[in-house]
């Protein structure tokens, strides 16, 4: 689908965010019903649902058709399906061109990645992980019978810190995986420093992250290797996939064995390796989806301004600001439902799926209230009382190309009657 909102964006400028205009001239038309002004207005109560059909958080960008068939087309024509093909290559290659990156390694999913990359890393004992994160980055290291161990987030960032990063290491302790949550830039500076004392390899789980940058730099820069996920969800997709990318050469190409059985040449293994692959289908789709990239960003950022203006008034909900002198990709609209909110945050979630609009609790309850970290770890929590109250309290809402503004202003419509009805 390249929609009118995607040719829309592409001529806007967006230097500055007060700047994107709202204009919905050629827009999609908006798919609410109405907008709810009273109780008696909101689905909860029996009124017809905001929108006929669900509306998604991760509802996938996609670009141009006609190239992504043509390519699909070459990679047919060439019989040539998977294995570092052409397509992955030339997509590995744009990859490291957009991030500044001396090495990208193309994966068949962010899990995986992070797996192949926590093996390159020679990580194993223990590892210190945000609990406020999507399960995967924990799994990735159980799924080797590496420990996981949880260390609290700074409230005001939500991302890991430093200070409970440096309680939590022990003599088993090998290793950080940080996570740039929601896109944002974990403390990369203070992590290092905490590896670099401790002698532990420091990995960021960039998954939200892909063309946002911390200090100026592109994210894919920071500790010995990041890990992107491409997944149908991200704001930039491969269907399915990920990348494990890194300025150190030697770990680049220990993952390129790995990922592809440790085989070396023909019939000629040298290490113990998995299959990680990228197919060129999925290359194919992620050279289409780079092309497009400026657009979904514009997007992104016009939906994340009329969210931010639209919320504005309303109190008792704040929303995660980006910082506007990075690159941000802006992919996931945050709240903070704090007690002031008149009702709860589940209470706002169930109004808002009665709506249709499928609102995510992300990341709740926190990994380690989910098993098998949940009875491993029964008292894990007692650490982490910021990760506690804040996956108790965001919602993450609808964004992406599919969204339009009058989308997002009726959304907040339904914020705006909760927020004014205690029997709501
Ligand atoms: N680390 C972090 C920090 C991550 O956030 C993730 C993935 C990973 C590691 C692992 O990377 P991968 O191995 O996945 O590459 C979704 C995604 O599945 C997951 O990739 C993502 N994080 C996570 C934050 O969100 P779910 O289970 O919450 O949602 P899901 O996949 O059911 O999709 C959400 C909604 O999107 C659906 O209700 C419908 C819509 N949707 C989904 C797909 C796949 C579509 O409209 N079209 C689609 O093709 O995990």
């Known amino acids: 689908m390249k929609n009118d909102r995607m040719a829309t964006a592409r001529s806007k400028s967006v230097g500055n965010l007060a700047a994107v205009p709202m204009s919905t001239a050629s827009a999609p038309p908006s798919r609410a019903r109405k907008t709810p002004r009273v109780a008696a207005d909101l689905a909860i109560h029996g009124a017809v649902p905001l929108f006929a059909e669900a509306v998604h958080v991760g509802r996938p960008n996609v670009g141009s058709s006609e190239r992504f068939l043509a390519r699909a087309r070459d990679i047919l024509e060439s019989r040539w399906l998977s294995n570092n093909g052409p397509m992955l290559i030339e997509f590995e290659t744009r990859i490291r061109e957009k991030l500044g990156v001396k090495n990208c390694v193309a994966m068949c999913n962010g899990t995986i990645a992070l797996e192949i990359a926590t093996r390159a890393l020679d990580l194993r004992g223990e590892v210190i992980v945000p609990s406020y994160t999507f399960v995967a980055t924990a799994h990735a290291l159980q799924w080797q019978e590496i420990t996981p161990i949880f260390a609290d987030i700074d409230p005001g960032t939500q991302n890991l810190d430093p200070d409970a990063v440096r309680r939590m290491i022990t ?47 592109f994210l894919g820069n920071f500790g010995d290797c990041e890990v992107f996920s491409f997944h149908a969800t991200k704001f930039f997709n491969t269907f399915e996939g990920g990348a494990v990318v890194t300025n150190d050469d030697r770990l680049a190409e220990k993952m390129r064995l790995m990922r592809n059985f440790g085989f070396s040449g023909y019939d000629h293994v040298i290490y113990p390796g998995t299959n990680g692959k990228m197919t060129e289908i999925a290359a194919a789709m992620g050279l289409t989806n780079l092309e497009d990239l400026d657009d979904f960003v514009a997007i992104n950022r016009a939906n994340y301004g009329a969210y931010r203006d639209e919320l504005r008034s309303l109190r008792g909900v704040s929303m ?33 799926h009665a709506e249709n609009v499928l609102a995510r609790k992300y990341f709740w309850p926190g990994c380690h209230n989910m098993e098998p970290y949940r009875s491993f770890y029964p008292h894990a929590g007692l650490v982490l009382p910021h990760t506690n109250r804040i996956a108790e309290r965001v919602v993450v809402l609808p ?17 705006r009657v909760l927020a004014s009805s205690r029997t709501a």
């Open 171 to 217: 003599p088993r302790t090998t290793g950080i995986v940080g996570v740039h949550l929601w896109g944002r830039g974990a403390p990369v500076e203070e992590l290092a420093e905490v590896a670099a004392v401790n002698n532990l390899r420091l990995m960021f789980d960039a998954s939200h992250g892909f063309g946002c940058s911390h200090g100026g730099t």
């Open 399 to 415: 964004t992406g190309s599919s969204m339009h503004p009058d989308d997002i202003r009726a959304i907040v419509s339904v914020l």
């Open 320 to 352: 995660l600001a980006f910082d506007e002198s990075e690159h941000n990709n802006y992919q996931y609209i945050v709240l903070d439902v704090t007690p002031e909110f008149p009702v709860s945050r589940d209470r706002l979630v169930d109004a808002l």
